[in-house]
């Protein structure tokens, strides 16, 4: 693959990230009903520790959460390399910012996705959400 290649697919990484989590986050804060249609059907759901796998368990757990408003501040991505994912088109997404449950103050968030093309759309892999407190010994 030459530096263009490279660069290009960068580059759509870049567009998508933007893309998908506008969609993403607009789901999850406003029609959680909808969230499972981002998921793989064996989409992984990694929430603060919790696993969760199956995009329909998923949305239970998902849904099953106090009411949110997130707020991005960060996001970046990167194309994963064809030899490792057999041809597939698939990225890793970096996202955080912070977040509000219900009326509680706003905390910190790190969330990584995988996400791979599936037709016209683009499905959830795997899915890590971090909320960052500080680390005490």
Same mark, same amino acid.
């Given at each position: ?7 290009? &697919? ?7 990230? =933007?893309?998908?989590?506008? +969609? ?5 804060? &406003? ?17 603060? /520790?919790? /696993? ?7 949305? &239970?757990?998902?849904?099953? +959460? ?20 057999? /041809? ?9 910012? $912070? ?16 996400? $791979?093309?599936? /037709?016209?759309?683009? &499905?959830?892999?795997?899915?890590? +959400?971090?909320?960052? =407190?500080?680390?005490?010994?």
């Amino acid at each position: 693959m030459s530096n263009m290649e490279i660069k290009a &697919k960068i580059d759509q990484a870049c567009r998508v990230a =933007e893309d998908f989590t506008k +969609l993403y986050y607009d789901t999850i804060d &406003k029609r959680r009903h909808l969230i499972s249609r981002l998921y793989l059907e064996t989409g992984l759901l990694s929430w603060n /520790g919790n /696993g969760v796998k199956g995009h329909e368990d998923i949305q &239970k757990f998902i849904i099953d +959460l106090p009411t949110s408003d997130h707020t991005l501040v960060t996001l970046d991505a990167q194309p994963i390399l064809d030899s490792a994912v057999s /041809g597939q088109l698939t990225f890793i997404i970096q996202a955080s910012g $912070t977040v509000k449950y219900q009326d509680k103050t706003p905390k910190t968030f790190q969330q990584n996705f995988v996400v $791979t093309a599936q /037709g016209d759309k683009w &499905k959830i892999v795997s899915d890590c +959400l971090r909320i960052q =407190e500080p680390f005490s010994k």
